[in-house]
């Protein structure tokens, strides 16, 4: 735009005019800025409200609690917690949770990163109906494959073994990492495989050397799902596991008991569930906004 | 991206093939087996045929439980779709705000499913729950074990927040991978709102979608431990879903065979329907690929 | 492998399954597969036609088995013969 100033009184009308328009716009656009934020506390709102109201209770005796209703605790007591810290059971809940779910993440990544580099820059006989397969996996329900897990991983000797979920988990989450590793590796141009190996690297010194920190931040991502996954899922978990290696998901069903179900335990329970998660997601909210569409935008 | 055609990627692809076949295909070929016979244990079974499949495919209540559960995933699809499309556009695009957004909004998606199940218990019970002692004294009574339209609108309202961030955050990634001099040259041809919308943000949302509206879709019909822990598929069997209906009949009853067959059903249904999203999501990146 | 309760109709079924596919696969390096478009609605390969003919073969057994007193080998004669069709001119 000119910064030259209007010479003839048509033109200073038609400037004046201009700017008119441009103000009452301006002044329209605060509310119209202000609207799209107050939908998002709204629906932040509706987010955090019922996790709030678990920590609320978490931290509230379990007389308080049903004695009546209170937004906030009266009397701030961490007796649920100290509950949790010191009873083996659960805290061995957890343990065990976070061990098959670490297996299940590096078994998972292992074999994935190399098939994804297959699907991803190689035809072969009978790829797309193989990539299709591992999707259905992706989809099926674990309680079809309830029963015939119970009986594999009991014949094998490994039922109630953490190794026993990371394996059952992979049904879904090989087939992830591979879908979400594809799109990733697809978006690295092909020559600097090509140069590489120009360069004369072997193959396995290019794919660890060159071609993984090259894919870093969606290894990351990868993880951050394959966590998610295994994290919450729980009928596979506790169907395969009895006392060793029981997921802190099936401990918890034990907070009800004859007397009635123990709130304020189970509600601190599952506050504790909540924080692995914030951990990863913190790790790789960078990376989350790309890997969440896959490399497929 | 040109691919080489290449056999010899088969041995990259043979480590994983193992694990997956051992956690997929013999358990699959185990459910086969289950579902033509009467099994007692692996020495006591007799030969039966189709017969759990003639009494699955007639039960009523089986029959049911598949419409109840076609009916809840277009539900929750319905509003889910819609609501994280607008939940990613009103994300903020940049600085800590985005960060902070970003971690609130995936919140939901990294509870375990029975802990969701107990949040929502808590927060609807009517004495002690801030839902469902708020809903009552404003004069509505909430009951969730004995209404059985309250049962369904409180599962609707937990799925709708435990799984719209997914579809949030898919739509913001592709919201973000739009190179801004899109918007510069919609503001100079002074676009409306909508017309950005139509034209510019959906068309790099369809992707994204596609992949969301099938995730959603298999998930929403292997709901299992959210209803479970929250309405026990109560009252009576108005929130029971396929999942529950298989793992009573499965580790309930101990009925293999019968549960079994409805097993190999249910997976068929899911096969098909995701075959069907499958090659529309392929068609779609070679209409893709062939047009640009 | 006693756990698995083989019996002889699911192992005949799962070696004919196995036995498609080796076919299938010999067949491509015989004969490498064209993507082509019949009268099915979307282009397919030889692969795509198998898969999408044993799925329609599935839901056409649960059909006849569930909801009509037709015997299961009229539902693996229609099936048998669909695949070939579907195979050939799909």
Redesign the interface.
């Known amino acids: 735009m000119s910064q030259s100033k209007p010479t003839t009184p048509s033109e200073v009308r038609q400037r004046a005019a201009v700017e008119d328009k441009r103000r009452r716009r301006k002044a329209r656009a605060v509310p119209g800025r202000l609207r ?2 107050l ?2 506390c709204l ?2 709102l ?6 709030y ?2 920590m609320n ?1 978490s931290f509230q005796s379990n007389t308080e ?2 004695g009546g ?1 209170t ?1 906030w605790p009266d009397n701030f007591t961490l007796e649920h917690y100290t509950k949790i810290f010191t009873t083996e059971t659960w805290y061995m809940g957890y343990v065990n949770s976070i061990t098959y779910v670490a297996m299940n993440m590096v ?1 998972s990544i ?3 990163l ?2 994804a ?14 990539f ?1 397969w ?16 119970f ?2 991983y ?2 094998v000797g490994l039922f109630d073994t953490h190794i026993a979920v990371a ?2 988990h ?2 879904f989450n ?2 992830l990492a ?1 879908w979400i590793l594809e799109g990733f590796m ?1 978006s690295v141009p ?1 020559e600097i495989d090509e140069t590489a190996f120009i360069d004369g690297y072997s193959f396995p010194r290019f794919f660890v050397r060159i071609f993984i920190p090259m894919i870093r931040s969606g290894i990351g991502v990868t993880l951050f799902f394959l966590f ?1 996954f295994s ?5 596979l978990a506790s ?1 395969l596991t009895s006392t060793n290696a029981q997921p ?2 099936s401990v ?2 034990s907070t009800s008991t004859a007397s009635g179900i123990d ?1 304020g335990t ?2 601190a ?2 506050v504790l ?2 924080v ?3 951990l ?3 790790f790789v ?2 990376h ?7 490399g ?2 | 991206m040109n691919k080489v055609y290449d056999n010899k990627a088969w041995l990259l692809i043979l480590p994983m093939l193992a694990l997956v076949a051992f956690s997929a295909i013999i358990p699959l070929m185990t459910v086969v087996n289950y579902s033509v016979q009467d099994v007692f244990d692996a020495n006591t079974r007799f030969f039966t045929g189709t017969e759990w499949f003639v009494q699955m495919l007639n039960d009523p209540a089986l029959q049911s439980a598949l419409l109840r559960q076609f009916a809840f995933s277009l539900t929750v699809l319905c509003i889910e779709v819609p609501l994280g499309i607008g939940i990613a556009l009103l994300m903020p695009k940049k600085g800590w705000q985005a960060s902070a957004v970003l971690i609130l909004v995936t919140l939901p998606l990294l509870i375990p499913w029975n802990v969701v199940g107990s949040i929502w218990q808590i927060f609807t019970r009517g004495d002690i729950g801030l839902m469902g002692w708020g809903l009552r004294e404003l004069g509505y009574e909430y009951n969730i074990t004995r209404s059985a339209v309250d049962a369904w609108g409180t599962i609707i309202i937990m799925d709708v927040w435990h799984w719209t961030p997914l579809i949030a955050l898919l739509c913001y990634s592709g919201l973000r991978s739009i190179p801004e001099a899109y918007y510069q040259a919609a503001r100079i041809d002074r676009a409306s709102r909508w017309a950005v919308f139509r034209f510019i943000q959906l068309p790099k949302l369809t992707n994204v979608l596609v992949i969301g509206v099938l995730l959603r879709f298999m998930h929403s019909f292997m709901i299992y431990a959210e209803p479970f822990v929250l309405t026990g598929g109560g009252p009576g069997s108005s929130t029971t879903f396929l999942s529950q209906s298989l793992t009573t009949m499965a580790i309930g009853q101990q009925d293999l065979g019968p549960s079994a067959a409805f097993s190999l059903i249910y997976f068929l249904i899911i096969l098909l329907v995701s075959w069907v999203f499958y090659t529309a999501i392929m068609n779609m990146q070679k209409d893709k690929e062939g047009g640009a | 492998m006693e756990w698995m309760v083989w019996t002889l109709p699911t192992t005949v079924f799962f070696s004919v399954i196995a036995a498609m596919l080796v076919g299938m696969t010999v067949w491509e390096v015989v004969q490498p597969t064209v993507e082509r478009k019949g009268f099915l609605p979307i282009s397919t390969t030889r692969g795509d036609r198998l898969f999408i003919g044993l799925l329609s073969a599935a839901y056409l057994h649960l059909m006849v088995v569930g909801f009509t007193p037709l015997s299961i080998w009229w539902a693996l004669a229609g099936s048998v013969l669909w695949l070939l069709v579907l195979i050939r001119w799909g």
Request: glycine share 4%; hydrophobic share 60%.
């Open positions: 799209p934020k939908l998002l629906y932040l509706f987010v955090l409200l019922p996790i109201w678990l209770m609690i049903l209703l937004l078994i292992l074999v994935a190399p098939a580099y297959a699907f991803s820059r190689y035809h072969f006989i009978g790829d797309k109906h193989l299709f591992l999707l259905t996996n992706l989809m099926a329900p674990p309680a079809v494959f309830l029963l015939p897990y009986q594999l009991y014949t394996l059952a992979c049904l090989i087939p591979i697809s092909k998610m994290w919450v899922e729980l009928l169907t802190i998901a918890m069903t709130w189970l509600a329970a599952g569930t909540i692995p998660g914030i990863v997601v913190y909210r960078n989350i906004a790309k890997g969440f569409a896959l497929r935008t």
